[in-house]
C-alpha cells in the first residue's frame, strides 16, 4: 500500500494516505478496542506507527522524485499534512511520543537530634519558603501541539522549491514597481506627512510580511534564513534600481 511505484504514493494524493489511517482507527476501535486497556493508549499508538511511517517514505519518495516537486505540489502537502497533525492533537494527548519517566526527588532524612528540634534560623525559615513556593501546584504548560512536525519534518530538505519561487516573485515585483514608476513617475510630496511616499514601497513590506508568516508555519530553521537573504537582495534592488536610480543629478 502506497508504495513508491504506485501512483497513488505521489504527493498529489496524499489526501489518501491520511483518510486510509482515519478509516482504520475508527475500525480497530470497533473492533478491539475494548480487548485493551485505555491507558496503554493502544489507537495513538498506532497513529503514531503509522505518522513515523509515513515520514520514511515520504522523504525517500521525494528524494527519488525530486525534480518533479513543484512549489503548488509541495504546498498543497504541507498543509494537508499539518492538518492531519492537527486533527491527531485534536484527538490524542501525544503521551506515547516520549517514554521519560521523572522520578521524584527523594524527601532528606528527618533530624534525630532533640535539640534542633524547635531551633529556627532565618536560613532555615528561607528554605522553607523556598520549598513551600515549590510545591504549590503549577498550571502545567499546554503544548501547542504535540504531533506538529511527526511527518512534516520530511518536507524541509525540499523547501528551497518555495525559496527559489519567492525569488522569481520578487524579481517580477521589483520589475513591475520599476515599470510603474516609470509610467507614472514620482509621486507628489504631501505636505502634512513631510514628502513624498511610494505606493511600491508599502507593497513590498506587505509582501515580505507576507512571506515570513507563510515561511514560519513551514519552517523556522535554514529555510528562513535563506529567505531572509533573499529579502536583503531585493531590498538592495529596490534601492538601486527605484530610490537611487530616481534621485535629480
Known sequence: LFQENQDVAW????????????????????????????????????????????????????????????????????????NFEGLLAKRFSGSTLSDVVVKKAESPLASTNPFLEDETTPETEEATMEKSDIEKPQRPKVLDNPFHGIISKCFEPHLYV??????????????????????????????????????????LFVYYKKCMVQCSQLSTGEPMIALTTIFQKYLREYAWKILSGNLPK
Not at 48 to 73: G, N, P, Q, S
Not at 164 to 189: C, M
Request: hydrophobic fraction near 40%; charge should be neutral; include cysteine.
Open 162 to 203: 518555495y525559496i527559489e519561487s519567492q525569488d522569481r516573485n520578487l524579481s517580477e515585483l521589483i520589475d513591475r514597481f520599476v515599470g510603474d514608476f516609470k509610467a507614472q513617475g514620482p509621486p507628489k510630496p504631501n505636505v502634512d506627512e513631510g514628502g513624498a511616499v511610494l505606493p511600491s514601497c508599502a507593497d
Open 11 to 82: 504527493l498529489d494524493k496524499i489526501d489518501r494516505r491520511y483518510a486510509w489511517i482515519k478509516r482504520q482507527l475508527v475500525d480497530y476501535e470497533e473492533k478491539y478496542g475494548r480487548m485493551f486497556p485505555l491507558e496503554w493508549c493502544m489507537t495513538e499508538r498506532i497513529a503514531v506507527d503509522f505518522c513515523h511511517i509515513t515520514r520514511t517514505e515520504l522523504a525517500k519518495i521525494m528524494r527519488t522524485r525530486a525534480k518533479e516537486i513543484e512549489v503548488k505540489l509541495l504546498l498543497f502537502a504541507i498543509q494537508r499534512t499539518t
